[in-house]
């Protein structure tokens, strides 16, 4: 499947759309088909360091730890992980799932059930 990551810190142009492994949902989690998601200031600050803040001991990462894009998601629940309760597949969703770690911008993305309404 294809996503929008970045793998380095930097201006826009660090971002980059590339072919990474379809997610499978884990136990809690809903596998979504996006069929739509937003761009907004949140998204774009984490290319460039601007919500990371430098540790104590003044070393910055040289790589950010979660290299997806994409707080805001809204699609079609295509599979669920043990456990999940609130969804079934075909079931349309939509969410923020910046607090869990990002990833809208790519054709599916795993998420928390109670990420999504």
Known sequence: MKAIVYTKYGSAD???LEEVEKPTPKEG???VKVLAASANAYDWAFPERRYIPDPPDGRRAAQPKNTRLG???AGR???VGSNVKQFQAGDEV???I???GNGAFAEYVCVPERRLR
Do not use: I, R
């Open 71 to 73: 707080a805001d998601v």
């Open 14 to 16: 660090v971002v980059q």
């Open 94 to 96: 939509f969410g923020d």
């Open 77 to 79: 629940v295509e599979a």
């Open 29 to 31: 989690e809903v596998l």
């Open 98 to 100: 910046g607090a869990w």
